[in-house]
T-cell receptor, first 116, second 109 residues
Framework: GAVVSQHPSRVICKSGTSVKIECRSL??????MFWYRQFPKKSLMLMAT?????????EQGVEKDKFLINHASLTLSTLTVTSAHPEDSSFYIC????????????FGEGSRLTVL | KQEVTQIPAALSVPEGENLVLNCSFT??????LQWFRQDPGKGLTSLLL?????REQTSGRLNASLDKSSGRSTLYIAASQPGDSATYLC????????FGTGTRLQVFP
């Protein structure tokens, strides 16, 4: 089956630093990738939609200058949390769509970010 | 704006019971609906995908139905086992995948 790799799975950083999370579709081309954030015991909240070769579309309330998303190729999207603060600590999950619109979505294993 | 709600929020049952988890959504203009399982601290495992033109999908002890017109989907788990304990999420795909609020299931021996 289709595989999406997310790296790193866990990261701890100091306040004020930036952290980059990568999301790769290993065996298919993903024209669209999505980034989600999950707080403890809560459901996944869509942060942004990442389209290859164009700017990401952010959901309301998500700061695009804080959560930088780059989708430079059909197999890689990155989420950079800039100037991280403790409240940014969360579980971040990416997903990739194999085909346009009706294609099934596949998810990475998630990245747990802890900001000290 | 699509809103996805799951009922119940939590469920605790003895092993062997048949279960029904409910998912409702407000906008019926969807491509498909997926059911996922999430173990504590882990990522998502896709269980079933139902295209908008389909009414149900089955995989082993799992059966998911979709009634797009009424904005509802159910996940039926037959003969539940302790290993089924997890959080179950439905997600509605209409350009963007929107997740439901989740049902935390505990199956005890």
């Amino acid at each position: 089956g289709a595989v999406v790799s997310q790296h790193p799975s866990r990261v701890i950083c100091k306040s004020g630093t930036s952290v980059k999370i990568e999301c790769r579709s290993l065996d298919f081309q993903a024209t669209t990738m999505f980034w989600y954030r999950q707080f403890p015991k809560k459901s996944l909240m869509l942060m942004a939609t990442s389209n290859e070769g164009s700017k990401a579309t952010y959901e309301q309330g998500v700061e695009k200058d804080k959560f930088l998303i780059n989708h430079a190729s059909l197999t890689l999207s990155t989420l950079t949390v800039t100037s991280a603060h403790p409240e940014d600590s969360s579980f971040y999950i990416c997903s990739a769509r194999r085909q346009l619109n009706t294609g099934e979505l596949f998810f990475g294993e998630g990245s747990r970010l802890t900001v000290l | 704006k699509q809103e996805v709600t799951q009922i119940p929020a939590a469920l605790s049952v003895p092993e062997g019971e048949n279960l029904v988890l409910n998912c409702s959504f407000t906008d019926s203009a969807i491509y498909n609906l997926q059911w996922f399982r999430q173990d504590p601290g882990k990522g998502l495992t896709s269980l079933l995908l139902i295209q908008s033109s389909q009414r149900e999908q089955t995989s082993g002890r799992l059966n998911a139905s979709l009634d797009k017109s009424s904005g509802r989907s159910t996940l039926y788990i037959a003969a539940s086992q302790p290993g089924d304990s997890a959080t179950y999420l439905c997600a509605v795909d209409g350009d963007k995948l929107i997740f439901g609020t989740g049902t935390r299931l505990q199956v005890f021996p």
